[in-house]
């Protein structure tokens, strides 16, 4: 057994007089959780019944843990788990506020509640990720603040990036284009355009402005001049939307909202 070093404690019998604990610890099965963040556990002995403890130090024991329970003499129902059949809980003893103290491993709040915040911040590059209850991908908050819906979420390819499976949307904006060689809006493979493109698109030199929209099908294109360039929008073949400067001197940019199938 893997148990707080308080539970040597607890079987002491002066410190049990001193604590005002009445008898040695007893097992019992955890059964479920309070809003107050109590615990209930149905105790594993002839006079049985459910009585409601408090987690020492904080530490969250699932339900179907086997945890040890001290009672104190003016309340028999209500307790301290003072630890649990082996492995003990791995999450730090506090969270603190100020954020000194980590998880180290996952933290279920339970069914039914709630966690209000003014921000949720991702921890490194890979962005933040909402699944549903099979872990299936919903939205991703990629690195610079890209977001991926459905099946794009583990690359979006601008400011806002959706597939479904059978159809996608795209909102992009793109500096810089001044060659021949093209800019992946959307990629070829998983998620692009198979049967065709519907877009709104503005583009410019820096200095004129031009835009219009239009349906690419695979293998179509359309250029916009603006200025001292001409930018070509590009379906390829192969179901890829990308953009090149066609023609003309300078860098050039564009702006594009675009769904398909």
Request: net charge negative; glycine share 16%.
């Amino acid at each position: 057994m893997s148990t707080s070093p308080l539970f040597e404690l607890a079987t002491d019998g002066e410190f049990r007089l001193l604590a005002g604990f009445t008898s040695p610890p007893r097992p019992g099965v955890v059964t479920g959780h309070l809003p107050s963040g109590q615990v209930t556990v149905a105790l594993d002995e002839s006079d049985g019944g459910e009585a409601t403890a408090w987690p020492l130090n904080g530490w969250y024991y699932a339900p179907g843990a086997v945890v040890y329970v001290a009672f104190a003499a003016d309340n028999p129902q209500s307790g301290i788990i003072l630890g649990a059949k082996a492995p003990l809980p791995t999450l730090s003893a506090y969270l603190r506020r100020d954020g000194t103290t980590p998880l180290s491993a996952d933290w279920d709040v339970g069914a039914g509640r709630r966690l209000r915040l003014g921000e949720l911040q991702a921890r490194d590059s890979g962005g933040v990720l909402l699944t549903d209850d099979d872990g299936t991908a919903g939205i991703r908050v990629a690195d610079g603040g890209r977001v991926g819906i459905g099946s794009a979420a583990s690359a979006p390819q601008g400011m806002l990036h959706a597939h479904d499976g059978l159809g996608g949307m795209l909102c992009v904006s793109v500096s810089g284009i001044n060659s021949a060689t093209p800019r992946v809006l959307v990629p070829d493979g998983s998620g692009d355009i198979v049967r065709g493109v519907a877009y709104l698109t503005v583009v410019s030199d820096g200095t004129v402005s031009n835009g219009g929209s239009g349906v690419l099908t695979p293998g179509s294109s359309q250029d916009y001049p603006a200025g001292t360039l001409s930018l070509r929008l590009s379906c390829s073949a192969g179901g890829a939307l990308t953009v090149h400067r066609q023609s003309g001197t300078g860098s050039g940019s564009l702006a594009l909202l675009g769904v398909w199938l």
